[in-house]
Nanobody, 125 residues
Framework: QVQLVESGGGLVQPGGSLRLSCAASGRTYSTYKMGWFRQAPGKEREFVAAISRSGGSTYYGDSVKGRFTISRDNAKNTVYLQMNSLKPEDTAVYYC??????????????????WGQGTQVTVSS
C-alpha cells in the first residue's frame, strides 16, 4: 500500500500563489499515477490535475489549465501542485490521490485507490 500525507494549504489573497505537497510512503510510489482533486462546500469533488507514473504526461482540469502545474520528484517520493493566479473560486479542500489501476485513465475519482486526508486552500481578500 501507499500512504499519502499532504501539506501546504493555507490562506492566500486573490492573485497569489501556493504550493501543495503530497509525500508518499512505500517503494512502489514511482509505479503509481498521481492526481489532485478538490471539493468546495456544497460542490462535487472536481478533478484538478494528474501526472503519469513516469512524469512524462500531465493532465489538467479546464478551470485550472494555465495556472496550476503538477510535478513529481520520485527520488523524494513527493508530488507537487503549484498554484498560481489563485481565484476565490479555487477555495476548496484539496486531495492527493494515487492510483495503481491499469486502463482507468486519470480524470475520475475511481481511477485512484489511495487518498490523502485533504488540505484546506482558502483564497480571499
Amino acid at each position: 500500500q501507499v500512504q499519502l500525507v499532504e501539506s501546504g494549504g493555507g490562506l492566500v489573497q486573490p492573485g497569489g500563489s501556493l504550493r501543495l505537497s503530497c509525500a508518499a510512503s512505500g517503494r512502489t510510489y514511482s509505479t503509481y499515477k498521481m492526481g489532485w482533486f478538490r471539493q468546495a462546500p456544497g460542490k462535487e469533488r472536481e478533478f484538478v490535475a494528474a501526472i503519469s507514473r513516469s512524469g512524462g504526461s500531465t493532465y489538467y482540469g479546464d478551470s485550472v489549465k494555465g495556472r496550476f502545474t503538477i510535478s513529481r520528484d520520485n527520488a523524494k517520493n513527493t508530488v507537487y501542485l503549484q498554484m498560481n493566479s489563485l481565484k476565490p473560486e479555487d477555495t476548496a479542500v484539496y486531495y492527493c490521490a494515487a492510483g495503481s489501476y491499469d486502463g482507468r485513465g486519470y480524470y475520475t475519482h475511481d481511477s485512484y485507490n489511495y487518498w490523502g486526508q485533504g488540505t484546506q486552500v482558502t483564497v480571499s481578500s
